[in-house]
């Protein structure tokens, strides 16, 4: 029989060291799965969450770039098997609504039954929040059908955790989202994991000019391996001309911004030309504002 008690890191206090504690997983009920984790990465967005930047209740249970083997199946399932490789994601949809209808999953707008209860409690039966709606710093989850993917089972488990959220988001924001086309000249502010997945896609997607920006040499260098073929360091005073003088004296076609930073976020307009586009895509701690002078 499965075993429902799993060990997890619980945050109980914002800030704090996360707690390795015994906690019960429930079993998976109509349309979900429990996965057996072999690896969950670790994201900016787990840290902010931790920090307490962007709120919410505790006991919580972070973690969301997962990788693992398909342990057992809610009634209904039959996207994927027992035994399969899988990434877990936070993305979840209900497949009823608007968005998903119409082919905008990551909108989804409906819900599941896990939106309302936790598959978590803690060793006095108290509910843990399913943080990022998975919970994956734990040795297992249990998580809605339409947040598997399944995966070839070769690919090492540190990496293919990757996949479940940093690569894509920074490759579905160049790709998906903004659509670029080739020939484009793109700037991606920030070259963390997600930037580096934007630079990365604008090269796949054949960016012309592709101009990596970041405070840090080392994820500068990253960037070029990457396929940036510029790298500017963000501290240039100036870096604004600089954008514009390998952009044919327009700015960027595209500017995505792969970071939570305000500073980030004001200067992107500023490197955009006329009738160009700038894609938000990093998280900013909730509070943030930015002011924009509209004339121009």
């Avoid at 996207?79 to 968005?99: N, Q």
């Avoid at 997600?194 to 920006?213: D, E, K, S």
């Avoid at 952009?247 to 911004?257: L, S």
Wanted: aromatic share 4%; glycine share 12%; with cysteine.
């Amino acid at each position: 029989m499965q075993e429902n008690t799993v060990k997890a890191a619980v945050c109980r206090e914002f800030g704090s060291t996360l707690s390795i504690e015994w906690v019960e997983l429930a079993s998976p009920g109509p349309g979900e799965v429990r996965v057996r984790l072999s690896a969950c990465a670790i994201c900016h967005s787990d840290i902010t969450y931790m920090s307490g930047a962007w709120g919410g209740d505790l006991p919580a249970v972070y973690g969301h770039e997962a990788v693992g083997v398909v342990e057992s199946l809610g009634a209904g399932v039959f996207k994927v098997r027992e035994g399969e490789s899988v990434l877990v994601t936070l993305l979840r949809a209900c497949g009823e609504c608007l968005f998903c209808r119409s082919g905008d999953e990551p909108l989804c707008e409906g819900e599941v039954p896990l939106d309302t209860h936790s598959p978590l409690t803690d060793a006095q039966g108290s509910p843990i929040v399913q943080g990022l709606r998975t919970a994956g710093f734990a040795e297992a989850v249990v998580v809605s059908e339409s947040q598997i993917a399944s995966i070839p089972a070769d690919i090492p488990a540190p990496s293919a955790a990757l996949l479940a959220c940093g690569v894509i988001t920074g490759y579905g924001a160049v790709a998906r989202v903004a659509g670029v086309p080739p020939g484009s000249r793109v700037v991606p502010l920030g070259a963390g994991g997600v930037g580096l997945n934007c630079i990365q896609a604008a090269a796949i997607m054949g960016a012309l000019t592709n101009i990596a920006i970041d405070l840090s040499p080392n994820k500068l260098e990253a960037a070029m391996t990457f396929g940036a073929t510029h790298a500017l360091h963000a501290t240039r005073p100036d870096v604004v001309d600089e954008i514009k003088t390998l952009t044919a004296g327009r700015g960027a076609d595209y500017v995505f911004v792969a970071t939570g930073s305000g500073a980030a976020m004001a200067v992107a307009p500023l490197l955009v030309r006329r009738g160009g586009t700038v894609v938000l895509v990093g998280m900013a701690p909730s509070g943030l504002k930015v002011e924009y002078e509209p004339l121009d």
